[in-house]
């Protein structure tokens, strides 16, 4: 049974005319699968509420086509014939118990509508404030018309949400969309009523929670999604004229890189303060996330008055069966949120969510798995796994609660490969979780064992008698350079210094004198390597052919905060070159744009521009049993990295995949 410390956490709530069973309240989150994908949103959504979720929202939904916001999958409820599509997501979560909630939106020109091609409507004329897609158009200046549809918009998608069976209705007033750009006295410059005081920019704002509480009466919870920041005093000023108004406040910060931080910047409860504030000027529920996976931290926002409900995105993702963990006094079994940001990249690049902890992310639908249960097996065969990184840990653990008699076999004496050394990384320790989440999962099991300090080779593994073998040796980073931008290897002189990235993980020698290193991955594995050297008092270049640093960490929101810490740990930083050949202390750089040839100092050089997979002894056992008789494994199979250098992501759902289908 839960700690009567938690029980707080488990009181329902009163939301208007509605109650939520409980304090556990999943915030509208991207997805990607939005109306395209339908019922992957409504068995992904039902699930969490079966994992004991108080309320799970669905997606940001547009309610007219001038919220198109395209290239990004989101809800939307334009007309009858979407309703349907709601409809599949609000029977799941009912099913359970929960409440359904619905955030509609209007986009403002923070959309670009590329699909419905209708201009989009701004405050001011000018292109889409999206700045990660520069569209060569611009929207239109709202007038009033404009402000009459968009009331009228709103009012008609509420009363879809009622009849699609949501039982919390927003209005949706933050995060760069129109209702931001009323707010704000910056870019709010209209002379009318809509435009000035605050009085005046809040008006928008107050109209539509008029017109969505006359639509939607007493069927469903009116709530509003705001930012109340301590850094932007004014944002209490209209809250205070507003305070009462909604059934619910969900609110938030300006600042998406603080909402939404990766754990590399931002940790547990960030938005406490700010959320606290606003919560004593209201008689109404507050619900705010922080990436809380903690129940004590939990427990001690609510009764500490910060806030009602627990607000999640992630820490939902990561364990959709979270309030059914801490309700059944299990709190260790919690698959923690390490804070990576995957599953908002996956959105950003427009396809479905995935999670690194939960590998049945996304897949609930299309692969029918489940985050806590999975098929059992009567006749347990033996299976070894070699290599205990992400993929191997994942495969032992799910073949393990499948029923196997699992061996787990790994060289050295730690557990967690690339994890283990990565989360000794600045700012990286919260990965660990992926390690010791399965560790302790496998710890409870006793049909796993596991093997530390053994290396094993084909003999080896052939010898063991296995029924089946999975081999997740995982990759290293090699020094050849070959990768993204060269097919060829990186010609160097006989007295150049070129060190693999590993040897840096794993803790070996390293060279003296400055270090360049050539970031070809565009992740963010170089630039922490920066960081960690830097620490080590050592002078660090770091130097992609990307136009800016960790290219792809855009898609993590971890990118400027990437680049503010290199430039305060005093790295230099150079874009847009690649490394053309490695010299005793200097590297030739070649600028990607120009052609031209620079110099570059540096007495030694680490490149990431790929791995190599560990196959040897997958290839070995391979060949091995063509040749042995009887006793040889009737399979084997190569998982994560060894299969094909990824993410972390990328290898525990391979070694999910490999179990769940053996
Ligand atoms: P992945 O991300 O695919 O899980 P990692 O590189 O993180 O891959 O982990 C691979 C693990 O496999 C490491 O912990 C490594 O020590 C282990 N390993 C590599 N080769 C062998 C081997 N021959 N026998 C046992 N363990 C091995
Ligand atoms: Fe958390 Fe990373 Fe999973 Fe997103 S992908 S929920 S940040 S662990």
């Known amino acids: 049974m839960q700690s009567s410390r938690y029980d707080i956490l488990f009181e329902p709530i009163t939301l208007g005319p509605v109650t939520a069973p409980n304090r556990f309240y999943q915030v509208p989150h991207c997805t990607g699968m939005g109306w395209h994908r339908p019922k992957t949103l409504a068995a992904m959504r039902g699930i969490k509420a079966e994992g004991g979720w108080g309320v799970v929202c669905t997606e940001y939904c547009s309610v007219h086509e001038s919220t198109d916001d395209g290239y990004y999958p989101y809800a939307r409820l334009w007309n009858d014939e979407d309703i349907r599509a709601n409809a599949l997501m609000t029977d799941a979560v009912h ?8 955030e509609l939106c209007i986009g403002g020109n923070y959309v670009a509508n590329t699909d419905s091609r209708v201009p989009t409507l701004g405050m001011i004329s000018r292109p889409s404030t999206n700045v990660d897609l520069p569209h060569p158009f611009q929207c239109r200046r709202l007038d009033k018309e404009d402000i009459r549809n968009v009331r009228k918009w709103q009012r008609d998608a509420a009363k879809r949400a009622i009849e699609a069976g949501f ?10 969309y129109l209702l931001s750009e009323f707010l704000s006295a910056t870019i709010n410059t209209r002379t009318d009523e809509y435009g000035g005081s605050l009085e005046n920019r809040t008006r928008l704002v107050r109209e539509l929670i008029a017109e969505t509480r006359d639509a939607i009466g007493d069927k469903a919870a009116l709530a509003v999604r705001f930012a109340a920041d301590l850094s932007d005093p004014e944002t209490y000023d209209a809250f205070a004229m507003m305070a009462d108004m909604p059934d619910l406040w969900d609110l938030t910060v300006h600042d998406y890189g603080i909402e939404m931080g990766a754990s590399r910047f931002v940790k547990e409860s960030a938005l406490e303060n700010s959320i606290a504030k606003a919560k004593s000027m209201t008689s109404k529920p507050v619900a705010a996330v922080g990436r809380f996976t903690s129940p004590d931290t939990m427990a001690r926002v609510v009764l500490g008055g910060v806030q009602d409900m627990i607000g999640a995105a992630r820490p939902s993702i990561a364990d959709p069966f979270l309030p059914v963990k801490i309700r059944e006094g299990r709190p260790e079994d919690i698959r923690e949120c390490i804070g990576c940001n995957i599953c908002y990249a996956h959105n950003s690049l427009g396809v479905p969510i995935r999670c690194t902890q ?57 557990l967690g490969g690339r994890v283990t050394q990565e989360s000794k990384l600045p700012g990286l320790s919260e990965w660990a979780r992926v390690r010791d989440w399965r560790v302790g999962q496998i710890e409870k099991m006793t049909n796993v064992e596991i093997f530390r300090e053994s290396r094993l080779g084909a003999s080896d593994v052939l010898s063991v008698g296995a029924d089946r073998v999975l081999v997740a040796t995982g990759a290293s980073w090699t020094v050849d350079g070959i990768g993204r931008h060269r097919d060829t290897p990186v010609p160097r002189t006989d007295d150049a210094t070129v060190v693999s990235a590993d040897t840096v993980l794993s803790g070996g020698d390293l060279p003296d004198g400055p270090v360049l290193i050539h970031d070809d991955d565009h992740y963010y594995l170089a630039a922490v390597l920066a960081l960690a050297l830097r620490q080590r008092g050592i ?22 905060a990437t680049i503010k810490s290199l430039a ?90 490999a179990a769940v289908e053996l």
């Open 95 to 102: 099913e359970h118990g929960a409440l359904a909630g619905v």
């Open 358 to 414: 939960n590998p049945t992310m996304g897949e609930e639908h299309r692969k029918g798995w489940h985050p806590e249960r999975i098929a059992t097996v009567s006749k347990a065969e033996r299976v070894l796994v070699v290599g205990a990184g992400p993929a191997g840990l994942e495969a032992a653990r799910a073949l393990g609660q499948r029923g196997y008699d699992v061996m787990l076999a790994e060289a050295s004496r730690d």
């Open 167 to 176: 039982d919390i209705v927003y209005v949706y007033a933050t995060h760069g």
């Open 568 to 657: 305060d740990a005093g790295v230099t930083v150079l874009t847009n070159r690649l490394i053309d050949r490695v010299e005793r202390d200097h590297v030739v750089s070649h600028c990607v744009l120009t052609g031209t040839d620079i110099p570059v100092a540096a007495d030694w050089v680490i490149p990431l521009t790929r791995r190599e997979a560990h196959e040897a002894l997958f290839r070995d056992i391979e060949a091995a049993m063509t040749t042995s008789g009887p006793g040889a494994p009737k399979s084997v199979q190569r998982i994560g990295d060894c299969d094909a250098p990824g993410i972390i992501a990328t290898a525990v759902y391979s070694g999910y995949k």
């Open 539 to 560: 002078d660090v270049t770091y130097m992609t052919p990307g136009g800016r640093p960790a290219s792809w960490t855009r898609y993590t929101n971890e990118q400027c």
